[in-house]
């Protein structure tokens, strides 16, 4: 069974760091894409970031572009988000979610992690 | 950024109705459209992908089609476990993978 345990939320204030993890189990870790996807309060989906099955390729969102960085470790598997200048819009619920490599949907998703960034 | 619109918001169907809910996109996206089910308090779940092909476990009274920028999720017969929100998501151009805002299915 896949599962994708998403940890590392809590308060933060503006423009504080946080570090993200998503502990991944029930496949082969390092043959998918993965990629984080956010949701605010009472909002719909953002995708915020994605990595390609080594960590050589990272991609993000304009919002984030420049505050957050991407990162696994296969030999943990192990997604990781650092997410740095925190802003009260980058309040949300954080999901890890997997692909497959190429043009694929995401076949599955952790539960979330809520991050608050207010003072 | 291809823009994802769904349509309406808020959808109020009686159980064991059929419900159709759709997306359009602002320039084509060939069959990569895929729609995620979302209940409250819980993650997305793959529903549809490839336009019109169940996910793993997907009951059939769930069933999409369409493609390039037109596409609609129809639920046959609605069981009381189907009242969520429903999003769609193009991945045709990536990234971002963008997604629409979301219906709303509620009981009549």
């Known amino acids: 069974e896949v599962r994708l345990l998403e940890s590392g939320g809590g308060l933060v204030q503006p423009g504080g760091p946080l570090k993200l993890s998503c502990a991944a189990s029930?496949?082969?870790?390092?043959?998918?894409?993965m990629s984080w996807v956010r949701q605010a309060p009472g909002k719909g989906l953002e995708w915020v970031s994605g990595?390609?099955?080594?960590?050589?390729?990272?991609v993000y969102a304009d919002s984030v572009r420049g505050r957050f960085t991407i990162s696994r470790d296969n030999s943990k598997n192990t997604l990781y988000l650092e997410m740095d200048g925190l802003r009260p819009e980058d309040t949300a619920i954080y999901y890890c979610?997997?692909?497959?490599?190429?043009?694929?949907?995401?076949?599955?998703w952790g539960q979330g992690t809520l991050v608050t960034v207010s003072s | 950024e291809i823009v994802m619109t769904q349509s309406p918001a808020t959808l109020s169907v009686s159980p064991g109705e059929r419900a159709t809910l759709s997306c359009r996109a602002s320039?084509?996206?060939?069959?990569?459209l895929a729609w995620y089910q979302q209940k409250l308090g819980q993650a997305p779940r793959l529903l549809i992908y490839?336009?019109?092909t169940r996910a793993t476990g997907i009951p059939a009274r769930f069933s999409g089609s369409g493609s390039g920028t037109e596409f609609t999720l129809t639920i046959s017969s609605l069981q009381s476990e189907d009242f969520a929100v429903y999003y769609c998501?193009?991945?045709?151009?990536?990234?971002?993978?963008?997604f629409g805002q979301g219906t709303k299915l509620e009981i009549k």
């Open positions: 990595i390609g099955t080594s960590a050589g390729t990272s």
């Open positions: 029930g496949f082969t870790f390092n043959n998918y894409a």
């Open positions: 998501q193009q991945y045709n151009n990536w990234p971002p993978g963008t």
């Open positions: 490839g336009a019109s």
């Open positions: 320039q084509s996206v060939s069959n990569n």
């Open positions: 979610a997997k692909k497959n490599f190429g043009v694929n949907p995401f076949d599955s």
